[in-house]
């Protein structure tokens, strides 16, 4: 390798353009990354990040550009090549093989070896090591599967560190992990900053970028529209860069309405108990109210909101509908109930990729919309319609699969599905994950609106920030228990953060039962 | 606007070109034939053609809705022999009694299928190999071991040599069965649901929709369609022979890969099926024409290896058209 003087980046692309079947997606874009530099790299779903991620890293092809690494020109044409030039990449979907163990996911493709052999001693030792200084403590002989989504992302990433790489690209590596491993991560980076590797960081959570992040460049519409000191730009004037409005309007229509004093609930649980994940919790959603659900990652959410839509069934605990005693054996029996699920992994439980809009909207009403089982193909259609438009789902036609829209139109998608339905209770796992922040607000307000309209909401989030702008009531849970139950005022992100933590229901009169 | 436009139309003309494939082809080879060997090969070759091919069609049929709901059946050729048995043995109580008991002995394996597949959730991979194997075996029993001769009179002799709108009356049937099943998938329930299960069964599930019962239901309809298959040709031939049925699971596999449905499930289109299955057929019959034209001489067995090539071919492109598609149609993030 040859060592240019400090001065250039280490990065720096140029007039980077690129299109699909004749639609830009990159137009003239430009990105930067300095030696020993956090880079942030952000934009809406759709400005062109992962694609121009992509293009550097040698999954794209672009049609047009120039990229120059480490002093020279360059065009990977494989990750591959990528990887072998200096330039690491660790993906959002965790992207290993689950059925064989840490270590093997660690080093496949350049296992250590000794005599010919493999030297899993070795392996195992430096794989031991790696994890170690992610503060990952496993038995790093057992399968990938065994372990937290969080652990196998920390393992993707300590695949990535293995590589002695002079760019680590992290997209979004944040969003399966809780607090305290994200605050590793932090540590991990700016180590890695320290030692000269430079990091691009890709993230919709802004606070994690002004926390690590040294220069942030902002994507819009496949161009990059500004490149500057994280120091420099304020939080609003990010957002506004980023979705190219003004963010007053949005902003109010978050506001908390007054919240419904004490109707009766439409759905009540008590003591549910699931094996190790679920050891007594309670929840109760009134009409009109949107209840949050908070905790770190394994503390129950997921789980609690399985358990009311019949996807699982508790080992003990009472569930009532309008005061009467429900056992869901399926979900069917909680969609007839007037339950809707919006589950936490959108492209795996929510999705049928290969279907159109259209279809995927209005499955679940199928039933409904059925007579002598042949479907009702124009009243489908008009249902259709009326919630693309009412939603504002950006389409070219109602026929267009599902996979070619942007996450926050899939997510509106799932909304649309159930609201279709009338339901009374929706239940919504993680809805904006993944979302860039302007259809995050719109499906925000959408959700609002919809809860003023008499729906009960139970809302699991992972961000706080989310939950305060959004629940007229916060119930924490921590290793599958109630810990603290917030309303109103007492909402806030350090209540609810400190019950996550400590489990300790703070002053909260109304807390764990 | 103009940009997205001209997406949509390109997109649409690969899409096009994938589902329709094999349908160039079809047309490009009976175009190919009929100048080449004329009326030889156009009248009654072609209605034979057609009336072989019912009983294969049948049975693709029912794997095609498997296909799409994401399984696979790999019992079809053992229950379609069990099928032409019991309707052979059957058949002197006349047509109807006999194709009545060859479907049910199908239905009643293919819900067996389902009942281990949809309920017991087994893979539908070994369930149907234990049927292969297992009914194979019952077949032979019930026959003996020997080529079962049905009766030498009566209506289910006459089947083979009824004609309807100048077509073999199994052909007529097939393409009735092929109308049917296409309209199923189009504007039922059921047919949407069976290509939701196919494309994310979890999704499916938490949609509220019926996914142990319409995965019980396409193993049970792929049983009876196979049962009638086997009572197709043992109406069409007089006999149904040991070696019955052998490989029939692979062709239908095969006529279905090559009219564009796909393996993992979710995507799929009864015609294209049927195109498969005539296709596949017809490269056989080709192949006879030149033999008997003295102007190639091609043995049974490399019969065999082109019409594997030819499915490879075929395979190929498709994930080269698809993978074109994957590449750039969706949208970037």
């Known amino acids: 390798m040859t060592q240019s003087s400090p001065s250039p980046p280490l990065l720096d692309m140029r007039g980077i353009r690129k299109s699909f079947l004749g639609v830009p997606a990159l137009a003239e874009a430009s990105f930067q990354v300095n030696r020993g530099e956090v880079r942030a790299l952000i934009g809406q779903n759709g400005a062109g990040k992962s694609t121009l991620i992509k293009v550097l890293t040698g999954v794209y092809k672009a049609d047009g550009g120039t990229v120059t690494f480490d002093g020279r020109p360059v065009a990977f044409d494989s990750p591959h090549a990528a990887q072998l030039g200096g330039i690491a990449t660790i993906y959002q979907e965790v992207n290993l093989v689950p059925y064989r163990t840490v270590t093997e996911n660690i080093f496949l493709g350049r296992e250590r070896r000794r005599f010919g052999l493999l030297d899993w001693r070795r392996m195992n030792a430096e794989a031991r090591e790696l994890l170690a200084g992610l503060d990952v403590h496993v038995d790093v002989t057992r399968p990938l599967r065994e372990f937290s989504i969080a652990t196998q992302q920390m393992t993707a990433i300590a695949r990535a560190l293995s590589f002695d790489a002079k760019l680590v690209i992290m997209d979004e590596p944040t969003s399966s992990l809780a607090e305290h491993e994200v605050s590793v991560l932090f540590d991990v980076i700016r180590r890695l900053r320290d030692s000269g590797v430079s990091v691009v960081f890709v993230s919709h959570r802004l606070d994690e970028l002004y926390a690590v992040c040294d220069r942030v460049t902002i994507m819009r519409d496949g161009r990059t529209v500004d490149d500057r000191a994280m120091a420099d730009i304020s939080k609003y004037e990010l957002v506004s860069k980023m979705i190219g409005r003004d963010l007053a309007e949005v902003r109010r229509a978050a506001s ?173 796992d993680e809805p904006t994950r993944g979302i860039d922040v302007g259809a995050k607000q719109e499906i925000q307000s959408l959700i609002r609106e919809l809860a003023d309209d008499g729906l009960g909401v139970l809302f699991i989030s992972s961000e706080l920030e989310e939950l305060v702008e959004n629940a007229d009531r916060v119930v924490v849970l921590r290793d599958g228990r109630n810990v603290a139950e917030l309303r109103g005022d007492q909402i806030s992100e350090e209540r609810i953060m400190a019950a996550m933590a400590h489990g300790a229901a703070v002053e909260a009169e109304d807390g764990a039962r | 606007m103009n940009q997205l436009l001209a997406f949509r139309t390109r997109a649409s003309n690969v899409l096009a070109l994938q589902r329709h494939g094999a349908l160039i082809a079809l047309i490009a080879l009976l175009v190919f034939g009929i100048v080449r060997y004329g009326d030889r090969f156009a009248g009654e070759n072609l209605a034979n053609l057609l009336a072989d091919d019912a009983k294969f069609a049948l049975v693709a049929l029912g794997m095609t809705f498997v296909i799409m709901s994401g399984g696979i059946d790999l019992s079809v050729g053992s229950v379609a022999l069990l099928g032409g048995v019991v309707a052979a043995q059957a058949s002197g109580a006349g047509l109807v009694p006999a194709f009545g008991l060859a479907v049910l002995v199908g239905l009643a394996l293919g819900s067996l299928n389902g009942v281990l597949i949809a309920k017991v959730r087994l893979e539908p991979f070994i369930v149907t190999l234990a049927a292969l194997l297992g009914v194979r075996g019952l077949a032979l029993y019930l026959s003996d071991k020997k080529a079962v001769v049905a009766s030498g009179t009566g209506s289910f002799q006459d089947f083979g040599r009824w004609e309807l709108l100048g077509l073999p009356v199994s052909a007529v049937f097939m393409f009735a069965a092929f109308l049917i099943g296409a309209a199923v998938l189009r504007y039922t329930a059921f047919g949407r649901t069976v290509l939701a299960v196919g494309g994310s069964e979890d999704a499916a599930r938490l949609m509220g929709l019926p996914v142990a019962r319409t995965k019980f239901v396409v193993y049970a309809m792929s049983g009876a369609l196979a049962g009638l298959a086997g009572a197709f040709l043992a109406a069409q031939t007089g006999s149904v022979s040991t070696d019955t049925g052998i490989g029939w699971e692979l062709s239908a596999i095969a006529a279905v890969v090559v009219g564009g449905t796909l393996l993992t499930g979710g995507v799929g289109s009864v015609m294209s099926t049927l195109v498969g299955v005539v296709l596949l057929q017809l490269i056989f019959n080709l192949i006879v024409f030149e033999n008997s034209m003295g102007a190639i001489e091609i043995s049974s067995f490399w019969e065999s290896v082109i019409r594997g090539g030819f499915l490879l071919l075929v395979v190929l492109l498709q994930v080269k058209l698809s993978r074109r598609r994957a590449s750039g149609g969706t949208a970037p993030a």
Do not use: Y
């Not at chain 1, 919240?259 to 009134?286: F, K, M, N, T, W």
């Not at chain 1, 909207?361 to 089982?373: H, Q, S, V, W």
């Open chain 1, 256 to 428: 908390r309405a007054p919240h419904q004093a004490e109707a009766a609930p439409v759905i009540e649980a008590s003591g549910l108990e699931l094996g190790q994940a679920l050891r007594g919790v309670d929840v109760a959603v009134r009409s009109g109210e949107i209840v949050g659900l908070a905790g770190l990652l394994g503390s129950g959410r997921s789980e609690t909101a399985r358990v009311l839509f019949g996807a699982d069934a508790p080992d003990s605990g009472e569930v009532r509908v309008d005061a009467e005693p429900v056992r869901f054996a399926v979900p069917r029996d909680a969609i007839r109930r007037g339950i809707g699920f919006s589950p936490e992994d959108r492209k795996v439980e929510g999705i049928i990729p290969q279907m159109s809009v259209r279809e995927n909207l209005t499955l679940a009403l199928l039933p409904r919309l059925t007579k002598a089982g042949i479907v009702d193909r124009r009243r489908q259609q008009q249902i259709v319609e009326r919630f693309i438009e009412r939603i504002g789902i950006k389409v070219s036609s109602a026929d267009q699969p599902i996979r070619e829209l942007s996450g926050g139109n899939q997510q509106k998608v799932l909304l649309a599905r159930w609201l279709c339905m009338n339901p009374r209770l929706l239940v919504l």
